[in-house]
């Protein structure tokens, strides 16, 4: 009997010491080791190319990267607000603020990193001059949400084929249009579609990420692109008051350095540009 009990009490012993062994290995940002854990979600082109040049001087600092892609614009926000991740990497200030508005969220932007100047293409027109050559009557898909729908808009007035009632408005929608002389039609589609449509329509207005994803080159392909000035620089955006957090002002120290930076110059060759 002795001996029975004292191998059970060597395995309850053994398995004890296996459990905390194994529990010491991984650590999150909230645990008391030297390396902590962050999750970023990211659309995966550019924003995850770029986080993944982070990681490296991250793990320099004791921190551990790990990035999650989303390929729309509606669930990094909520994973963010549910606490499912630490930031996000997706969108720009004015679409941050409408959705936190609109869904009761406290969100704040870390800092910028890139803009990705938004284009307008097309699979049928390759003549620059838009407002002399585009029918009356074409279609023009546009991205579906207030933000991007606004900038959209506004893209398509410095084209010269529309004019809205407030060219500063950043949120302006089809019903601030004063001015259509030749009768364009407005398809509203979710972001991530827009370079799908371009088989049905006769121009689209496209994030640059989607493009990229696309296949597209802004630089070469797009008839008209944002002025390398554009508001609209992506950010890392968190929950209010984790911006300062030293693990979240270490990857804006990462995503910020020369080294990304080259990164961005090199890989896109002006098509996204760092904005620090």
Same mark, same amino acid.
């Given at each position: 009997?002795?001996?029975?009990?004292?191998?059970?009490?060597?395995?309850?012993?053994?398995?004890?010491?296996?459990?905390?062994?194994?529990?010491?290995?991984? $650590?999150?940002? #909230?645990?008391?080791?030297?390396?902590? #854990?962050?999750?970023?979600?990211?659309?995966?082109?550019?924003?995850?190319?770029?986080?993944?040049?982070?990681?490296?001087?991250?793990?320099?600092?004791?921190?551990?990267?790990?990035?999650?892609?989303?390929?729309?614009?509606?669930?990094?926000?909520?994973?963010?607000?549910?606490?499912?991740?630490?930031?996000?990497?997706?969108?720009? +200030?004015?679409?941050?603020?409408?959705?936190?508005?609109?869904?009761?969220?406290?969100?704040?932007?870390?800092?910028?990193?890139?803009?990705?100047?938004?284009?307008?293409?097309?699979?049928?027109?390759?003549?620059?001059?838009?407002?002399? +050559?585009?029918?009356?009557?074409?279609?023009?898909?546009?991205?579906? !949400?207030?933000? $991007?729908?606004?900038?959209?808009?506004?893209?398509?007035?410095?084209?010269?084929?529309?004019?809205?009632?407030?060219?500063?408005?950043?949120?302006?929608?089809? #019903? !601030?249009?004063?001015? $259509?002389?030749? $009768?364009?039609?407005?398809?509203?589609?979710?972001?991530?579609?827009?370079?799908?449509?371009?088989?049905?329509?006769?121009?689209?207005?496209?994030? #640059?990420?989607?493009?990229?994803?696309?296949?597209?080159?802004? +630089?070469?392909?797009?008839?008209?692109?944002?002025?390398?000035?554009?508001?609209?620089?992506?950010?890392?955006?968190?929950?209010?008051?984790?911006?300062?957090?030293?693990?979240?002002?270490?990857?804006?120290?990462?995503?910020?350095?020369?080294?990304?930076?080259?990164?961005?110059? !090199?890989?896109?060759?002006?098509?996204?540009?760092?904005?620090?």
């Amino acid at each position: 009997m002795k001996k029975i009990l004292s191998l059970a009490a060597t395995a309850i012993l053994g398995s004890a010491l296996l459990l905390a062994g194994c529990g010491s290995d991984t $650590n999150t940002a #909230t645990g008391s080791s030297n390396k902590v #854990t962050i999750t970023v979600g990211a659309s995966p082109v550019p924003h995850g190319e770029i986080l993944e040049q982070a990681k490296p001087l991250l793990e320099k600092e004791g921190i551990d990267l790990k990035i999650i892609e989303f390929t729309d614009y509606v669930k990094p926000n909520l994973a963010l607000n549910d606490k499912e991740l630490d930031a996000n990497f997706f969108q720009h +200030v004015p679409y941050m603020d409408k959705f936190a508005s609109e869904h009761s969220m406290e969100l704040v932007s870390a800092g910028k990193v890139h803009i990705e100047p938004m284009g307008i293409y097309s699979k049928t027109i390759t003549d620059k001059n838009l407002d002399s +050559v585009l029918p009356n009557g074409s279609k023009i898909a546009i991205p579906n !949400d207030p933000s $991007n729908s606004g900038r959209a808009l506004l893209l398509l007035e410095k084209a010269g084929l529309i004019t809205l009632k407030d060219p500063n408005n950043i949120y302006a929608t089809k #019903t !601030d249009i004063v001015n $259509n002389p030749k $009768n364009l039609e407005f398809v509203e589609l979710e972001a991530a579609q827009l370079p799908r449509s371009l088989d049905d329509v006769a121009l689209a207005v496209i994030n #640059t990420n989607f493009a990229l994803e696309a296949g597209l080159n802004p +630089v070469k392909d797009a008839l008209f692109l944002e002025d390398k000035d554009s508001p609209y620089a992506n950010i890392v955006t968190v929950r209010k008051g984790d911006e300062n957090r030293p693990e979240i002002q270490k990857l804006m120290k990462a995503l910020q350095s020369p080294e990304v930076k080259k990164f961005i110059e !090199d890989k896109y060759k002006g098509a996204i540009l760092a904005a620090f």
